[in-house]
């Protein structure tokens, strides 16, 4: 019922800029949040962006100042912007989504194929 397909990935210098996209599709209820995570290799997935229903965000503390997560409701879609880009934000990035398809149906968690980004010189 809810497809996510995230893309934007690719490679670039460090310092330089990537937008990760992740459209929605199909019909659900309510959106609590979406985000993005990353995992590395030999590294657990983590947060790394969110933005609930009411607009407030979320950054991992590795990530504050330089990534910036917003969402576009005429496109159903979410943005990730990543500038000044490290080394270390190599990773997959997936798109996150907690929705609920139903008012009588729990919130569940719905995920992006990934993307991936590579910083290096």
């Known amino acids: 019922q809810v497809q996510l397909v995230d893309s934007g990935g690719g490679l670039v210098q460090p310092g330089g800029s990537l937008r990760l996209s992740c459209a929605r599709s199909g019909s659900i209820f309510a959106v609590d949040y979406m985000g993005w995570y990353r995992q590395a290799p030999g590294k657990q997935r983590e947060l790394v962006a969110r933005?609930?229903?009411?607009?407030?965000?979320i950054y991992a503390d590795s990530v504050k100042g330089r990534f910036t997560i917003s969402v576009d409701n005429a496109k159903n879609t979410v943005y990730l912007q990543m500038n000044s880009l490290k080394p270390e934000d190599t990773a997959v990035y997936y798109c996150n989504a907690a929705v609920r398809l139903s008012s009588w149906t729990p919130q569940g968690d719905y995920w992006g194929q990934g993307t991936q980004v590579t910083v290096s010189s």
């Open positions: 933005i609930t229903s009411i607009g407030d965000t």
